[in-house]
């Protein structure tokens, strides 16, 4: 069975960091496409930032230069590093693993790990 398990989160004041992991199992983690995707109370779910299995990597306007995605193809983890955060990055923190070959499309989603940026 295909797992996702997020780890990191937690309490942190503005300014502060946190380094996000998420640890895939079941699934051949270096052909996948990674990408770390937010959800704040009352809003939508949001792409944070992304990276492909080429380490290609994109990112929201809102963490540029803040945020940074990478990946561990031989320990399976991908990691998001916050820097400068700030009260408006709160929210639960998902990992998302998808791949798509032809006509194919086979993706997986964690389940969350919150992150609140308070003093």
């Known amino acids: 069975q295909v797992q996702l398990v997020e780890s990191g989160g937690g309490l942190v004041q503005p300014g502060g960091s946190l380094r996000l992991s998420c640890a895939a199992s079941?699934?051949?983690?270096?052909?996948?496409?990674m990408a770390w995707y937010r959800q704040a109370p009352g809003k939508q779910r949001e792409l944070v930032a992304g990276?492909?299995?080429?380490?290609?990597?994109n990112y929201a306007d809102s963490v540029k230069g803040r945020f940074t995605i990478s990946r561990d193809n031989a320990k399976n983890t991908v990691y998001l590093q916050m820097n400068s955060l700030r009260p408006e990055d709160t929210a639960v923190y998902y990992c998302?693993?998808?791949?798509?070959?032809?006509?194919?499309?086979?993706?997986?989603w964690g389940q969350g790990t919150q992150v609140t940026v308070s003093s």
């Open positions: 998302h693993a998808v791949m798509r070959r032809l006509l194919e499309k086979y993706e997986y």
């Open positions: 079941e699934i051949l983690f270096s052909i996948y496409d």
């Open positions: 990276i492909t299995s080429s380490s290609s990597t």
